[in-house]
């Protein structure tokens, strides 16, 4: 045929056929499994589970592998899963002052109760390369502490409200419905709940890059990182027809609070405010982004002029899905020779009518130059 | 040296393989549950026609922008009885009509067809066959942006108070300021429309050729935003009017062309380059269209005689 994007489904099925060969690469070399992906990318897997608002290592490792290593691809290939799970119902609160702690880090204070613990962290390797990994060298397993970890670790936040420096952090309504963005579209203004919901699924480098502008000036608000920690927490579920709650799984958690200035207000003496990031598994960086993005947001809330883009709830929430951004920017691809064509006639006829105004200018020159 | 590149006469796309179904998803992908509310967007739609309507748009296993809104509209709608024709640009083998129209064969296991007559629903992204619809049919369009304002306001909060006061000035001036500029309504394709004398509506990036086939049309026509999470909906028989002045009145494209292959006049021609030295031949965006006029013994400049029991397969 003449159009070459016109394409049957033996030219879909070869592509399909194509992409699953590329994806399996050279046949010299063993195939990666589901389970080493679990193992031995588990910020990837972490990532994806957060974005694709799905908590299950399994299923993240195989979108990984499947998406042949496209994260975006892979969070989109877990919430088109996520879609068709059936609801039994909102499980507790989890109290992340309970967490089974792998690392919790201050930066308002030198000690604390429960104390600094550094955990699994980037933050203090220099970034060489190592060519022992690439000798495939084995890797000793990491020592343990003598002594267990504190039980105490009180969350910093929890210390700072004792002397109500900073604001109350009240839930909005306990046994109010739980609003889900997944079920019903947003509207404007949105209350913090679906807010917050948003900037979980958000896409890290979006949400990076709207925590790094408010530090640049765009909507600063003077973040201190109050507390990180990440470990583990246990899942509870209230069924109806049991009356009490049960135990139903463990869960990896990051969760930061920030702690920002403000003035104070008419109504409200001065005292810190907070800015909340929570993920599922490691994500540090995106815990971190999320709290920046999610105080920015309340500017309306304690009466701050609104003058950045990290502030906008409508410019943040309608932006920040990386599934939905990433569909419709390449949806480009699709053909659009229709519209195009229409346009391709619109600008003939104007250049037309152009061409035509311009020749009977010139006739009209040369017969008054005539008539001279 | 130019390089010429066979015009080859149309044939008629290799017909879908009988497509297996999968098992393990409920009849057209959906859960029930989220059908229903799909529906009772869909009745509200109809309800008040050209309001959009917020719903719980889910994702689906195509990408957003993609067709998820018309998706999730037809399937919200189709019946094991129905038959179903899927078009992007006009034409059934496009690859995205084909991925979508395999989509349902799997899901649903429906009759599909590439005849406009024969479905009783059709699923199109960017046109409206030439083909009038009957009332025994739906049309269901994929929609990327539903806000026909959103070009002079982004934000949705502004343009839903804007609909709700039916302060739709700032459109006529965007409109007044084109012909300012250019001496014309410059809009070629997703022209704004009023519906029933209310909102205004836009029907998605159809060319406006294919407007005033909108109104009184006898179909029902469905529009399903996946990504901006909203449907809307013109009733049969409804007025839909393209917004013009008395002194600009609103006008279609037309061409000098006609169809190289079929010959029609009458419809929407797609312009296909032949070579690299200018060389051009326009083709009928509606393949459906003119299969059928070329079936019927029409034929174009470039077009060959066709005998009625010639099927080939395209590549």
């Given amino acids: 045929m003449y159009v070459a994007v016109k394409g049957g489904d033996k030219a879909i099925e070869n592509s399909l056929r194509y992409l699953a060969d590329v994806r399996r690469g050279d046949r010299r070399v063993p195939e990666l499994t589901v389970q080493q992906i679990r193992e031995q990318l588990p910020l990837a897997v ?10 299950d290592p399994d299923l993240a490792a195989l979108a990984i592998k499947q998406a042949n290593g496209d994260i975006q691809e892979a969070v989109f290939l877990l919430r088109a899963y996520r879609t068709t799970l059936p609801r039994f119902g909102a499980s507790q609160a989890i109290d992340t002052g309970a967490m089974q702690i792998r690392r919790r880090i201050s930066a308002t204070y030198k000690d604390l109760p429960g104390g600094q613990i550094l955990g699994p962290s980037f933050d203090y390797t220099h970034r060489l390369l190592d060519f022992t990994l690439a000798a495939n060298g084995e890797t000793p397993e990491a020592p343990k502490s003598e002594e267990p970890v504190a039980d105490g670790m009180p969350r910093v936040a929890d210390i700072l409200d004792h002397e109500g420096l900073i604001e109350l952090d009240l839930p909005d309504d ?22 917050l919901q948003n900037l979980a699924r958000g896409d890290e480098g979006f949400l990076l890059a709207l925590g790094y502008s408010t530090q640049r000036g765009f909507g600063n608000n003077h973040p201190f990182a109050g507390e990180i920690r990440m470990g583990e927490l246990a899942i509870t579920f209230e069924p109806e027809e049991l009356g009490f709650e049960i135990e139903i799984g463990e869960i990896t958690v990051t969760e930061c609070q920030m702690v920002n200035q403000f003035k104070g207000s008419a109504k409200v003496p001065p005292q810190f405010t907070r800015g909340y990031g929570l993920t599922f598994g490691h994500c540090e960086r995106k815990a971190m982004s999320m709290a920046l993005v999610d105080r920015a947001l309340r500017a309306k809330e304690f009466g701050e002029e609104i003058t950045a883009p990290a502030q906008d709830e409508e410019f943040v929430l309608y932006h920040s899905d990386n599934v939905e951004a990433s569909g419709f920017v ?43 | 040296m130019s390089i010429t590149q066979e015009a080859q006469p149309w044939q008629a796309p290799e017909h879908d393989k009988p497509v297996e179904q999968v098992e393990g998803y409920n009849f057209a992908y959906l859960d029930e549950q989220t059908k229903r509310m799909i529906r009772r967007a869909i009745l509200k739609g109809v309800a008040i026609p050209g309001y959009q309507v917020p719903f719980g748009s889910r994702e689906m296993p195509l990408p957003y922008g993609w067709g998820t809104g018309g998706m999730q509209v037809t399937a919200a709608v189709i019946g094991k009885d129905d038959t179903l024709k899927v078009i992007d640009q006009g034409a059934d083998d496009t690859t995205n009509a084909v991925n979508i129209r395999r989509f349902f064969a799997k899901t649903a296991g429906v ?9 009783s629903l059709i699923q199109t992204r960017h046109r409206i066959p030439e083909k009038p619809l ?22 949705e909060t502004e343009t839903r108070k804007m609909h709700a006061l039916e302060e ?51 179909a029902l026509q469905l529009f399903g935003a996946g990504r901006e999470k909203r449907i809307y909906a013109v009733p049969p028989y409804t007025d839909v009017k ?39 031949m326009y083709v009928c965006s509606d393949s459906d269209y003119c299969a059928e006029r070329r079936e019927a013994g029409h034929v174009g400049d470039q077009g060959e005689p066709q ?9």
């Fill in chain 2, 134 to 155: 009957t009332d025994a049919q739906i049309l269901i369009y994929q929609v990327p942006i539903p806000e026909p304002l959103r070009w002079v306001e982004p934000r």
């Fill in chain 1, 330 to 372: 390449q949806h480009l691809k699709l053909p659009h020779y229709v519209d195009f064509q229409g346009e391709l006639v619109t600008v003939r006829e104007l250049r037309k009518e152009i061409e035509a105004r311009e020749a009977a200018e010139l006739t009209d020159d040369d017969e008054l130059a005539a008539a001279e």
């Fill in chain 2, 168 to 218: 739709y000035g700032v459109m006529h001036v965007s409109l007044y300021e084109s012909i300012a500029r250019f001496g014309r309504i410059t809009t070629a394709y997703n022209y704004p429309v009023q519906v029933n004398g209310r909102y205004i509506m836009a029907p998605s990036p159809i060319p406006k050729f294919d407007n005033p086939k909108m109104h009184q049309m006898a």
């Fill in chain 1, 46 to 55: 972490d990532r994806v589970m957060t974005e694709g608002a799905l908590y």
């Fill in chain 2, 111 to 119: 009759a599909t067809t590439e005849k406009t007559a024969d479905a």
């Fill in chain 1, 174 to 195: 306990e046994d109010g419905p739980v609003p889900d963005l997944t079920r019903d579209s947003v509207t404007f203004p949105a209350d913090r709940a679906t807010r």
């Fill in chain 2, 307 to 315: 005998s009625p029991a010639k099927k080939g397969g395209a590549e």
């Fill in chain 2, 242 to 280: 393209s917004l013009d002045f008395e002194d600009h009145p609103f006008t279609i494209q037309s061409w000098e062309e006609n169809c190289a292959l079929c010959g029609a006049k009458d419809s929407y021609l797609d312009e296909v380059i032949t070579d690299d030295a200018g060389g051009k």
